[in-house]
């Protein structure tokens, strides 16, 4: 390795790291995980840092946690590039890209205000995956960007 290039984000001992983001939605990836600093997590978190694949990405380290198979789920609707590593002992263990699902439930709030999901009626929300947004099952809405400030945290 040449002295130009070093570690930018120290390892983890156990946990998850998120590689492979798109740069600048790290912390759409951190509000996904519920994740405010307020619980005392340890996360390492690099914004736009250079990337072979991407030309510029962001990487979310979270010490101590590994990530459920709903959390992936959602974080593939904002970062469907993303690569999930889980470290344990220092050694990633597993490594595998984001799936996005079909269909997402109870995550996601519908942002039409006449959608019987925002009426107050006891509806779990349900939203279809499409290539580019989700589409909202029982109106209809079809939601392209900020799809992270349609989650419930």
Do not use: W
């Amino acid at each position: 390795m040449s002295d130009d290039h070093q570690l930018r984000v120290s390892k983890i001992k156990s946990g998850t790291v998120i590689d492979h983001v798109v740069g600048g939605q790290a912390l759409n990836v951190l509000a996904i995980l519920g994740i405010d600093g307020s619980e005392g997590e340890e996360v390492s978190v690099g914004i736009n840092v250079p990337s072979d694949r991407l030309a510029r990405k962001d990487i979310v380290k979270v010490e101590g946690r590994e990530l459920s198979q709903d959390e992936v789920d959602v974080l593939s609707l904002t970062a469907p590039d993303a690569t999930i590593n889980i470290v344990r002992d220092y050694d990633v263990v597993e490594k595998h890209r984001v799936d996005s699902p079909d269909v997402v439930e109870d995550v996601l709030s519908c942002p039409n205000p006449d959608c019987i999901t925002a009426a107050g009626e006891p509806v779990t929300s349900r939203f279809e995956v499409l290539e580019d947004g989700v589409r909202c099952s029982y109106c209809g809405t079809i939601v392209r960007e900020s799809i992270a400030d349609l989650i419930d945290t």
